[in-house]
């Protein structure tokens, strides 16, 4: 059963959280404070955590950067607008996701999420990319979100590993790619594998706008 940490000096909050995750098989670690968080975080691997931004001890980004070192994924459970600002903070501390802090339709979609995290967890995802900055980049994001993740540098190292492993469930491919472009690779792709068995999301550079409607 994964652990999932939640960050939260409420007690009623953190009471409904862990009465929810409970229900859908999830352990729950409450800590009410900043302190409490890194004790717990040395003792114990959580699979996320759910992070207030207004702790009695600790303002949110010190925080955020706690539990990065545990290469946990972060969900921000806030009551705070998210507006342009707070954007901007966030994107600099690795925060899979932001969700205000309103009313029962808000803790459902906690739920959700972190549901669909587990989901992740069980689903392989193939990235197809020339560059190495952004192979890194998505396997970084993708790794996030819990998918496995494999990487090839080009479309015939990408049909290797999709010879050699059955269970991928997507493919995230660039269109411009040495040997085996894009387009190709997703035609070699369909004539074994349809849309049921195997999602593919193509990406190409706006320079590159007719690749689109090939692609499609």
Not at 1 to 30: G, T, Y
Request: hydrophobic share 45%; net charge negative; with cysteine.
């Amino acid at each position: 059963m994964e652990n999932i940490l939640v960050i939260e000096d409420s007690q009623s909050i953190s009471a409904m959280i862990k009465n929810a995750l409970e229900r859908i098989d999830f352990s729950v670690v409450l800590c009410p404070d900043f302190k409490t968080a890194k004790e717990s975080l040395s003792e114990n691997q959580f699979f996320a955590a759910v992070v207030d931004m207004e702790l009695p001890d600790s303002y949110w980004e010190k925080t955020a950067d706690l539990v990065n070192q545990y290469n946990v994924p972060i969900i921000i459970y806030s009551a705070g607008e998210y507006n342009t600002a707070i954007r901007k903070r966030v994107l600099t501390k690795n925060i899979l996701d932001f969700i205000q802090k309103k009313d029962e339709k808000s803790l459902n979609l906690l739920v959700r999420t972190i549901d669909r995290l587990r989901r992740n967890s069980h689903m392989t995802v193939l990235v197809a990319d020339d560059s190495r900055t952004a192979l890194s980049q998505a396997k970084f994001i993708l790794e996030q979100a819990k998918f496995k993740v494999l990487t090839a540098a080009d479309g015939l190292i990408a049909l290797n590993l999709l010879e050699k492993n059955r269970h991928i469930s997507i493919v995230i491919t660039d269109y411009e790619m040495p040997h085996l472009n894009g387009f190709e690779l997703v035609k070699k792709i369909r004539e074994e594998f349809d849309s049921n068995s195997m999602a593919i999301i193509a990406v190409s550079h706006p320079s590159t706008s007719a690749s689109t409607s090939k692609f499609l």
